[in-house]
């Protein structure tokens, strides 16, 4: 078994999860995480998916030929070391002004002394001595001189702080927190279907690495419950009959739901917020523990092929038997 990432650029978003995943499927491989991001490029998708090593060069011909994707590449994956997707727009760089000229000081202005003219002494003694005549005429005042006031340039703007990128952690899955779940479903019988609000507090209460996994065991206990409370004679069934006969109808007392073939499309789920934060194990849980009992004797896989938490429009489940 080999694990490889997948990196594509399509100019389009909608239902692109879902077609990737048929893709990846046909090919023997399954889903281990995807992520889809808006780029002025185009649509960013990156998918880490695992399965058999020949099946590689089938899975590489059926996406090159896929016409959805403008490019796409495919490598090994390496946990631990997050790649940056080829077509991710590059961050600007942060312009720098040049330093500013140095301000010039302004020159001093010269000092300017009075000289006596030798010829005014008699001049001066005779307009005193003679009252009647004229008063000599003063010199002009000298203009100041013109002084150059150059204007104080602006400081250089901050240069914006880098930010930190957040290293992605992958978390150790841990098996599911029992005391919290038996805990939410104590009164199942009273809340249901009303059950939302104590899910999402199921998922705040136990850790992160818990948590698929409690609400896994939640669901399925939930669905044990509703088979046996309103479908307990219906069984015998083949996968489709079972989806459409008690799967869908049961989940719609939950969610919005419709079916298209062995796939249910989730829509608007309460349970998976716009973070990455994924519910649909409760639901694959409901199923398993809904359905299981009803459907002929077989084993059922149920594959999540993508999440409105991870950006698809709606969460999708493939059933198979």
Known sequence: MIELEIQGLSPTREGLLIEVGRFVMAHGFTLQRQRLVQDHHGILLTMVVRGPSRGRKALEAALGAYERFISFQMFPFVDGEPKPHFAASLPRMAYTPPPAPPVAAPAPPPVTASATSPTDTPTKAAASASPDAPEPRQAPAAEPDFEFIQPTPRPPAAAPAAVAATPFVDLVPLGPDEPAVE???????????????????????VAEAARESSLALAGKRTGSWVFRSEYLLDDGLDLREAIERIGVPALHALVEVDQQGTQLHIHDSPLCAQDGHSGCSFFGGFL???LGPAIAPGSMSIFPVCCRSYGADACVLELSD
């Open 183 to 205: 805990k939410m479903l104590r009164a199942l019988e009273y809340d249901y279907p009303k059950i939302v609000p104590q899910l999402l507090a199921l998922q705040q209460s």
């Open 288 to 290: 398993e523990g809904l």
